[in-house]
């Protein structure tokens, strides 16, 4: 996995590495097993007549169970992992949807703006992706093709993604949960923490003729930097002070 | 009544007719499954109300007279498969002559009943689904009287025995499907 | 006793005809009409492949725009799943092995099964014409609205495209009835539940399947065509979601659609070719229902991250690991099967090995990328497309090879060369590897699938290249294979009626089968007639 860069990527990757430990025994266990197998008893003679063995219940049971006790586990450790993500802030559930289905804990997380420091909308469209600021000082959007979202490093910072066409993804790997972009939906994701860094996110949702160069590269900064970045991009942009 | 004991291979055509008759049935229930469940989950997840504001429920009072003639076919069905069962040639014209009728009597309130609905299925997607049921249930029903017909002319020719009436039970169970079906339509799309 | 004898003479010779050919009703040539059907598409989605393979070769590639890659990739998925894997094991391997395996001279419809056959070769046909003369489908395999809808897809391909499902959808329901309804009530006399071969019990599995999930698919279908030519408002933008449920309902159902007979077919195989039972007949049976039941419970494991609420992943979550236990309790059998037996490594049991390898990481791929937090990063990336190639090549292929060759002297009475058989065993083997284990750790270095190309500097060159080599590597083999086949049909030679010491009821009949079957039905007094035929013609001592 590429490097993470905020500690919800390193949840995944933490996750995901011990997950590949279990993997990596039960693969190597079973070739192994399987190759012997297929070597050791090979026809020797056209005569063989082996024991005619029809089951045994006992060996049976043992490989029911045991990998039932490997899935278990491989299981509770990944609804630890998505607990904390929630902890975290992260979200795979989008705003509207969770009220409808009556997801208490999601839709607390959600309402729960307070920790947020910085809002962004984007949208999703083919081919390219828009992102609106909004803090309390101004609203700002940036129409973007290639141009990096711009993210102030070490804060909480929510994105409320829609589509105004089809379905996108949002994924930059490096920075936490991938989720799609529906139309037609407002969908949530948090990025805590980051560190400052170039980040490269490409679509991840088949949208149609351009794609594959559907890029939502991210530029996390210092945060002094990000403020005067962002005076100047709503100065350029002529952006009208909400207050 | 003199019965003439089948050869077992003519009892095993009939054995596996029926059972063919039945799983056919099982997966035309799978495919109103869908239909339903799709219904339950626009319900479900709509942001606004189910049916959406400003959309009119279609009219109740036809579809209660459509369930009342579909009840009354169940039962003639019911009758016209026991004739014949009992070997009672005339029974099963009769009885089967009656659930035609009655059939075709639903189809035309139906086809009234269309009138109204070709205008809001283009709106929004509640119109949609419940033109849907209704259109496909009704597309059944076509089938079910074909079948009908079909065991009408054969029994007029007198093909049918207490022994061999594989199509007269094809038809009864197909029918008995319709019926089911229709009642969880109306159950669905106009009590709740 | 249902056993009537019919006299050898009337098989008769007219019958081999090209119109005998068309108007036949006989499950056998049935069977071989949807097994040349199938072949024939999976070379040419298989070509398809190789156009995305070199297109992806290197950075950059210009070889098709991205709206012809785009439209390349949606029919090599279709063609490989609709018109290919599903069509060579359920309507192929099914129609000719199920009848003659439990003991039947047809199945119970034979005219519902020519017909099907026809309708599922409409289905081709239309999909390439639709694909062939323009005017193409491109919104993958999944379809998912509103790409799909007649905004963002107005073309008729799409429409075609549709259609194309919907007909191949129907082929396959009546192809389940007919064997459901065959194995339970034209078995054998004697056959009882634990005398029926394993293959049997998987196309039942595999039937049940077909018939409650291709409704669902049917239903969805018909909903999109009618949005598409009738403005109706199912799929609307904010009902997006309601597509992805009705599909994923039945295409879950639909990997273990083209698995589990092919899990089948190497249940017959490696008992065969150890000279020993198959180790836990009632364990394996008991899986593959489960696997079958619980296959109707996972679906939304495909939709993790497209923002379903937290309890509905975990439960999801749940549902699909589960699956892994009887899984590996089939795998476990398998082994032990081989374990203390006579193993002749003849081609079939090699690509029955090769099938138990590949399978088991896709199997295990499959369930890393399960677990929620990990499929928020795996997800639509190259990691799931060696996921599924494993399962589906790994698995389904090579388990239909298996079959071709273990099958094949008693389908056209001819044995496929055995050299020529390994040769094309260890390239595929290696080919496959090549082609698909990269593609690992493309996904995990952030390559999302379905991109018509890739910039250098993301640093994918190198796995893609080896993923095209080996993917003309796998092509060099199937090439390997047809020559064997055309080497074998040409050769004169006489094929024995059970040239594998075979357990089940197609090797106590002649190589091929008279269109009868059994010339007497069989009384199958276990769950080996074969052997049970060939001990009691054999002085004891021998063997
Ligand atoms: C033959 C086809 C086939 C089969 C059998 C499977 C089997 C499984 N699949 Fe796969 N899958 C596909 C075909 C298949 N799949 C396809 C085509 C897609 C992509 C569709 C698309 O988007 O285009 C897909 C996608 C897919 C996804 C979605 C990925 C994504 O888009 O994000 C997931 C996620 O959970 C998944 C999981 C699984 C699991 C857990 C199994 C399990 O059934 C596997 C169980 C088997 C084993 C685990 C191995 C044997 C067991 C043992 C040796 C015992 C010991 C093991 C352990 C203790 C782990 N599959
Ligand atoms: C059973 C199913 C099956 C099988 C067998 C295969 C076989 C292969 N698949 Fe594919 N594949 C899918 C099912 C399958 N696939 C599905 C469902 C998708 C998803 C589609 C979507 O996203 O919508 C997919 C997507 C997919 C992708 C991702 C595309 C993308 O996301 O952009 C790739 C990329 O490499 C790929 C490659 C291959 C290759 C190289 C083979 C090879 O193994 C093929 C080998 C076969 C041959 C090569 C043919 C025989 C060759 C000859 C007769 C030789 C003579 C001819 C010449 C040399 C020209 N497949
Ligand atoms: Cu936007 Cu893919
Ligand atoms: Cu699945």
């Known amino acids: ?243 | 009544m003199a019965a003439i004991p089948l050869s077992p291979q003519a009892a095993q055509r009939q054995r596996i007719g029926r059972f063919g008759v039945q799983l056919f049935i099982a997966s035309e229930t799978m495919f109103f499954a869908a239909l339903f469940f799709a219904w339950y989950y626009l319900g479900v997840t709509a942001d606004a109300a189910w049916p959406p504001a400003g959309v009119q429920r279609p009219s109740f009072a036809p579809a209660a007279v459509n369930t009342v003639l579909t009840l009354m076919s169940a039962v003639t069905m019911w009758i016209a498969a026991r004739s014949i069962r009992r070997d009672n040639q005339r029974g099963l014209v009769f009885w089967m002559s009656a659930s035609a009728a009655l059939a075709l009597l639903f189809m035309a309130v139906q086809t009234i009943e269309f009138r109204e609905l070709a205008l809001i299925a283009q709106d929004t997607s509640y119109g949609s689904l419940f033109l849907f049921l209704l259109f496909f249930h009704a597309a059944r029903v076509f089938v079910g009287v074909a079948l009908m017909v079909i065991v009408l002319i054969r029994s007029i020719l007198g093909q049918f025995s207490a022994q061999r009436h594989l199509l007269v039970d094809a038809a009864e169970m197909y029918w008995n499907f319709i019926v089911i079906v229709w009642l969880a339509v109306f159950t669905v799309l106009y009590l709740f | 006793m249902a056993s009537i004898s019919i006299p050898v003479s009337s098989q008769d010779k007219a019958k081999n005809g090209l119109l005998g050919w068309l108007a036949t009703v006989d499950h056998k040539k049935v069977g071989l009409m949807y097994m040349v059907m199938a072949f024939v598409f999976f070379v040419a989605s298989g070509i398809l492949a190789l156009v995305i393979r070199t297109q992806l070769a290197a950075p950059g590639m210009t070889l098709v725009d991205p709206n012809t890659y785009n439209q390349v990739f949606t029919m090599h998925g279709t063609g490989m799943i609709f018109l290919f894997t599903i069509p060579m094991l359920v309507g192929g391997f099914g129609n000719y092995f199920l009848p003659i395996m439990i003991g039947a001279r047809d199945v119970a419809f034979p005219r519902l099964n020519a017909f099907s056959f026809w309708i599922t070769l409409g289905a081709g046909l239309v999909m390439s014409i639709a694909f062939t003369v323009g005017d193409r489908s491109a919104a993958a395999w999944t379809a998912y609205v509103p790409l799909s809808n007649s905004t963002y897809s107005p073309q008729s391909g799409m429409d075609i495209w549709l259609l194309g499902l919907i007909l191949s959808g129907i082929g396959s329901t009546l192809g389940a009835v007919n064997f459901l309804v065959t194995v339970v009530t034209m078995r054998a006399p004697g056959m009882t539940a634990w005398r029926i071969p394993m293959f049997v019990w998987a196309m039942v599995t595999t039937a049940v399947m077909v018939l409650l999930a291709t409704p669902v698919l049917t239903a969805a279908l018909v909903m999109l065509v009618a949005d598409r030519n009738f403005s109706t408002q199912f799929f609307t933008t904010s009902n997006a979601r309601l597509w992805q449920h009705m599909f994923w309902f039945y295409s879950h159902p639909a990997v273990y659609i083209m698995v589990l007979p092919a899990m089948g077919v190497i249940s017959e195989i490696l008992p065969v070719f150890s000279r020993k039972p198959l180790f836990g007949l009632k364990a394996v049976v008991v899986s593959t229902a489960l696997i079958g039941v619980l296959g109707f419970t996972t679906w939304v494991h495909h939709m993790f991250v497209s923002g379903v609420s937290p309890t509905i992943e975990r439960f999801f979550i749940f549902t699909t690991m589960v699956i892994a236990v009887p899984t590996g309790v089939k795998i476990f059998n398998w082994i032990f099967t081989m374990w203390g037996g006579s193993l002749n490594l003849k081609t079939p049991l090699l690509m029955c090995i090769g099938f138990l390898s590949t399978f088991v990481v896709g199997g295990i791929t499959g369930v890393i990328q399960a677990a929620g937090p990990v499929n928020s990063y795996l997800h639509n990336s190259y990691w799931v497309v060696a996921h599924f190639h494993y399962v589906l090549f790994g698995g389904s292929v090579f388990g239909i090879f298996a079959g071709l060759y273990y099958w094949m002297p008693k389908m056209i009475g001819r044995m496929l060369d055995d050299k020529l058989g390994k040769l094309h065993f260890y390239t595929m083997f290696i080919g496959f590897n090549l082609t698909f284990f990269p593609m690992h750790l493309l996904g995990l270095e952030g390559m999302p699938r379905r991109i018509a190309t890739y910039s250098a500097d993301r640093g994918w060159a190198g796995g893609n290249l080896a993923a095209s080599i080996g993917a003309f590597l796998i092509a060099f083999s199937v090439l390997l294979f047809i020559i064997n086949f055309i080497k074998s049909v040409r050769a004169k030679q006489e094929v024995p009626a059970d040239p594998w010491e075979g357990n089940t009821l197609e090797w106590m009949i002649p190589s091929p089968p008279p269109e009868y079957n059994f010339a007497t039905i069989p009384t199958v007094q276990s769950d080996r007639p074969a052997l049970d035929a060939r001990n009691s013609s054999q002085p004891a001592g021998q063997h």
């Open chain 1, 1 to 243: 996995m590429l490097p993470p860069a905020t500690p919800d990527a390193q949840l995944i990757k933490n996750l995901y590495d011990v997950v590949l430990i279990f993997a990596v025994v039960t693969f190597v266990l079973v070739e192994a097993l399987l190759l012997v197998t297929a070597v050791r008893f090979r026809r020797k003679s056209t005569a063989d007549s082996p024991v005619q063995t029809h089951g045994n219940n006992l060996a049976e049971l043992g490989w029911t169970i045991v990998p039932a006790i490997v899935v278990a586990a491989v299981f509770f450790m990944s609804i630890d992992t998505a607990g904390q993500l929630a902890g975290h802030g992260s979200s795979t559930a989008p705003v509207a949807r969770v009220h409808a289905l009556g997801d208490k804990v999601a839709a607390q997380r959600i309402e729960d703006a307070a920790k947020v420091d910085l809002v962004i909308e984007v949208t999703g469209r083919q081919w390219f992706w828009q992102y609106s600021y909004k803090t309390d000082g101004a609203l700002m959007t940036d129409s973007n093709d290639a141009k990096p979202l711009v993210l102030p490093a070490g804060k909480t910072i929510r994105l409320d993604l829609t589509a105004a066409d089809v379905i996108h993804a949002w994924w930059v790997p490096q920075l936490g949960p991938m989720l799609y972009v529906n139309p037609g939906e407002r969908t949530a994701i948090f990025i805590e923490n980051a560190q400052p860094g170039d980040y490269i996110g490409q679509c991840n949702f088949y949208c149609g003729l351009q794609h594959a160069y559907m890029l939502n590269n991210v530029k996390v900064v210092p945060e002094a930097e990000f403020e005067a970045w962002y005076r100047g991009a709503v100065a350029a942009s002529g952006a009208v002070a909400t207050k």
